[in-house]
């Protein structure tokens, strides 16, 4: 342990590229740095710039290194292929470009799923062909970003899509070679989806490559399933609080983390509304103070 720790885009509600809310790409990467953070995650490609000396030229001069990025694309759906395909391959294209070694699949929110999202009773599942093609899919675009690129690829519940509670998890890890896919633990969409992030530390420990440390407000989680709320409608509501102030248990996770012999980079993920009343630099201070002070995260560099 200590680890080192990184941002993501969605700390500032940036979650699709063309979003007309998203805050401007140069803000995110100040206030960042500004944060004390040294890394940060690329976030939905064509949102940074994908020309890499503009990048490059921008992450230098903040102090800051490309750690990851996510493809969140619909990989359920045999129709989105091709948008699916795009994302991978342009996202590997730009990790690869500044030496970030970590590619992170998580199957975007499908409209029927997301009203069942946190709801493992309830939520419709894909069966038989459907499942089939879709671990196949995942086999397909782990393929790309492995044997082309050269990079480690990691699966990611995700609230709402069809990877989001534990038996999908194991599902997906059953069907993709361990040496294409590994894991990528988030600890609030564990949280979310109802399963405990600390035993999933601890299960998975030999396939897991990546961390995403985030919390979940379980009084505005037990709301939202509750009503049926979709994700980004949590998310608006508060869903994903500051790291401590919720239902994830850090310290029994930094043990788990410990016994697990993971160490590098990992990312703190606040996911919020881009138009919302956060404020994105005030959290992004706190949570990693949190990991500092719990001996999670690297101390401070002294200058």
Not at 34 to 60: C, H, K, M, S, T
Not at 169 to 194: F, I, M
Request: glycine share 10%; charged share 25%.
């Amino acid at each position: 342990m200590p680890l080192r720790i990184g941002a993501a885009p969605c700390s500032w509600g940036v979650e699709f590229a063309g979003d007309p809310r998203n805050p401007p790409w140069r803000q995110v990467l100040d206030e960042a740095a500004q944060a004390g953070y040294r890394g940060i995650e690329l976030g939905p490609v064509g949102y940074l710039p994908e020309d890499p000396a503009a990048l490059g030229d921008a992450l230098a001069s903040r102090g800051l290194e490309l750690i990851a990025g996510v493809v969140f694309r619909p990989f359920h759906d045999p129709a989105a292929w091709g948008e699916v395909r795009d994302g991978v391959t342009r996202t590997a294209r730009s990790l690869a470009a500044h030496g970030a070694g970590r590619m992170v699949f998580i199957d975007s929110i499908a409209p029927v799923r997301a009203p069942f999202a946190g709801r493992p009773g309830a939520a419709p599942r894909l069966r038989g062909a459907a499942l089939r093609g879709f671990h196949d899919r995942l086999t397909a675009a782990a393929k790309i970003g492995r044997e082309e690129y050269g990079l480690a690829v990691s699966i990611h519940a995700h609230a709402g899509g069809y990877v989001e509670f534990e038996d999908e998890l194991d599902a997906a890890l059953d069907a993709v070679d361990e040496n294409l896919l590994k894991v990528c633990l988030d600890s609030g969409h564990c949280a979310y989806a109802g399963f405990d992030p600390v035993a999933a530390c601890k299960r998975l420990a030999r396939r897991i490559d990546y961390l995403h440390f985030k919390d979940v407000d379980p009084l505005v989680h037990a709301r939202v399933i509750a009503a049926g709320i979709g994700f980004y409608d949590a998310c608006a509501q508060g869903v994903f609080c500051k790291l401590g102030l919720g239902a994830v248990d850090f310290e029994a996770l930094k043990q788990a983390v410990e016994e697990s012999g993971f160490s590098g980079w990992a990312a703190i993920e606040q996911d919020c509304d881009p138009a919302g009343e956060t404020s994105p630099l005030a959290d992004a201070r706190y949570n990693l103070a949190f990991l500092r002070a719990n001996g999670i995260a690297e101390p401070a560099a002294v200058s």
